[in-house]
């Protein structure tokens, strides 16, 4: 309970913030929109997060959360994330299957409900099933942002396939910036410029310089 004390003097939310979760609060929301097993998406700045709706009024979600590797008091690990709760959760990879209030889950952003079938490229499970499926992993689960998030879980429970179009859209991003014929002919020349520099030229010097840009060139 020290470190977790430590932790929220390093972490006190401020007045504005509170007065914010005042008003999350009180937002309520028409749960006769959503069905058990539904797939609930809202937005959270660049990303979205995901989870599947069990019915009066409760979300199941796959959240980062740093609050379990200090206590294990379930009152105090129920109690909704906050934001720095939520990067302390993600850079341990720390995180739990959690039910929550929909108005938690929605943290104060509009909710859409997706329920197609072509998100995959295999059929969904019907709702109670994909419920079920969610309330069996309630739990703490280790947590990467890229390979197993929100989206992986919510996407198990309602497809049986692990799967993250955002990890898809984010990587994909990554390797256009990263691996094109540009990328390859600037680190080449970089690569040259320091050696020539710092008069470092021998065979072991100049075969990163080569291979380097080599290699994106061909991933390009």
């Not at 969610?134 to 197993?148: D, M, N, R, V």
């Not at 320091?194 to 991933?219: C, D, N």
């Amino acid at each position: 309970m020290i470190a977790l004390r430590l932790l929220n003097w390093f972490f006190i939310t401020s007045t504005i913030e509170e007065e914010y979760e005042e008003d999350r609060r009180k937002k309520t929301y028409d749960v006769s929109l959503y069905k058990r097993g539904d797939l609930l998406i809202v937005s959270r700045t660049l990303f979205k997060h995901f989870g599947i709706y069990l019915g009066e009024g409760r979300v199941a979600h796959f959240i980062p959360d740093i609050l379990p590797a200090f206590t294990t008091e379930k009152a105090v690990v129920e109690k909704m994330v906050t934001n720095a709760w939520l990067i302390l959760g993600v850079l341990a990879k720390l995180a739990s299957v959690r039910v929550d209030s929909l108005a938690d889950f929605a943290y104060g952003s509009d909710i859409e409900v997706n329920c197609t079938d072509g998100m995959v490229s295999v059929p969904p499970l019907n709702g109670e099933e994909v419920a079920q499926r969610a309330e069996k992993l309630i739990g703490s689960f280790s947590y990467s942002l890229l390979w197993h998030n929100c989206e992986h879980y919510v996407m198990y429970c309602r497809y049986g396939v692990e799967y993250s179009f955002q990890t898809y859209q984010f990587c994909k991003a990554v390797r256009t910036a990263l691996l094109n014929r540009m990328t390859a002919m600037l680190s080449a020349v970089i690569g040259f410029c320091i050696i020539v520099y710092l008069g470092a030229i021998s065979p072991l010097s100049i075969l990163p310089v080569v291979i380097i840009p080599f290699t994106i060139w061909m991933a390009s």
